[in-house]
């Protein structure tokens, strides 16, 4: 089991830059497949960015490539989303998701087992 607490929302500007934090504990961190999901109000969760245990393969939604980046540090236990050129529709709660492997599809939620409790991000135009 891995607990997960995420940081660094707030509200920005359009144009401007946030980078999430997402702690994990319990269980050892590289063992999980890590991704971030967020939702907008009256929508359903999607997906955004996730990585692999080793760092070395990213996935991207269409609507962030090239603006977002995923990292992970497994010594530190800790998943990272930095996101730049931030626009009015990224505003969202975001989740940080933690999978065990063998997995299927890496941009369904429904394969990840641990969630974090979210943390808000709001862009004004």
């Known amino acids: 089991q891995v607990q997960l607490v995420e940081s660094g929302g707030g509200l920005m500007q359009a144009g401007g830059s946030l980078r999430l934090s997402c702690a994990a504990s319990?269980?050892?961190?590289?063992?999980?497949?890590m991704g971030w999901f967020r939702q907008a109000p009256g929508k359903e969760r999607e997906f955004v960015a996730a990585i692999s245990w080793s760092g070395l393969n990213r996935y991207y939604a269409d609507s962030v490539k090239g603006r977002f980046t995923i990292s992970r540090d497994n010594a530190k236990k800790m998943l990272y989303l930095q996101m730049n050129s931030l626009k009015p529709e990224d505003t969202a709660l975001y989740y940080c998701?933690?999978?065990?492997?063998?997995?299927?599809?890496?941009?369904?939620?429904?394969?990840?087992?641990?969630w974090g409790q979210g943390t808000q991000v709001t862009v004004s135009s």
């Open positions: 998701a933690a999978a065990s492997y063998p997995m299927g599809q890496t941009t369904v939620a429904g394969e990840y087992r641990y």
């Open positions: 319990g269980r050892t961190f590289s063992d999980y497949h």
